[in-house]
């Protein structure tokens, strides 16, 4: 053994080091494993309600607008998405046709519609998913102060980390 601490602090800072990393793991595996159990919640819930991914994402979409008094217009949808016009007027079809949703006529500009959730389709989702936002609320609802904002400051650290964009690095030999 060294007198001097180097080699010393370097064992303990290297099996600090290695807890660290174990942790950090352990928590990346729990969100993994807490996303691939939301992952088939959704996809159990849009089986449930006869849905594709982006007719339950409009749907929860149109919901929470109307929880603000707010309206949404096609061309929102489509922003939202991130598709094609044509695949929101056929999205919009076809919960049109499920009577999920209405196409409202705007109030001032005769050319222009809203599309709008129906009375229905919010008491389908209430039952569908109330039942599983009870359970997850009472997961939570107990968690101190501290315990909260360290699960918030934690998700918000994740979303910061997958929303970063690597730029591939351009090969010199690769034509442009």
């Not at 089986?47 to 217009?73: C, F, H, I, P, T």
């Not at 001032?108 to 389908?124: L, P």
């Not at 690095?169 to 690769?174: G, K, L, R």
Request: aromatic share 4%; proline share 4%; net charge negative.
């Amino acid at each position: 053994m060294v007198e001097n601490g180097s080699e010393s602090s370097r064992y303990w800072y290297g099996a600090s080091d290695q807890d660290r990393r174990r942790r950090a793991v352990d928590v990346l595996q729990a969100f993994r494993v807490y996303r691939a159990a939301e992952v088939a919640m959704r996809r159990r819930t849009r089986e449930s309600m006869s849905m594709g991914e982006n007719e339950l994402l409009v749907l929860r979409y149109l919901l929470k607008a109307a929880g603000q008094d707010r309206k949404v217009s096609p061309s929102e949808l489509t922003r939202y998405l991130g598709v094609s016009t044509a695949s929101t007027t056929a999205i919009v079809d076809r919960l049109e046709k499920t009577g999920h949703v209405v196409r409202v006529p705007h109030p001032t500009d005769r050319r222009s519609i809203f599309i709008v959730a129906t009375t229905a389709s919010d008491d389908e989702v209430r039952a569908t998913l109330g039942a599983m936002h009870a359970r997850m609320m009472a997961a939570v609802v107990d968690m101190t102060p501290d315990e909260s904002a360290a699960v918030i400051a934690c998700l918000g650290r994740l979303q910061d980390a997958v929303d970063e964009v690597d730029p591939h690095p351009v090969d010199a030999d690769t034509p442009h």
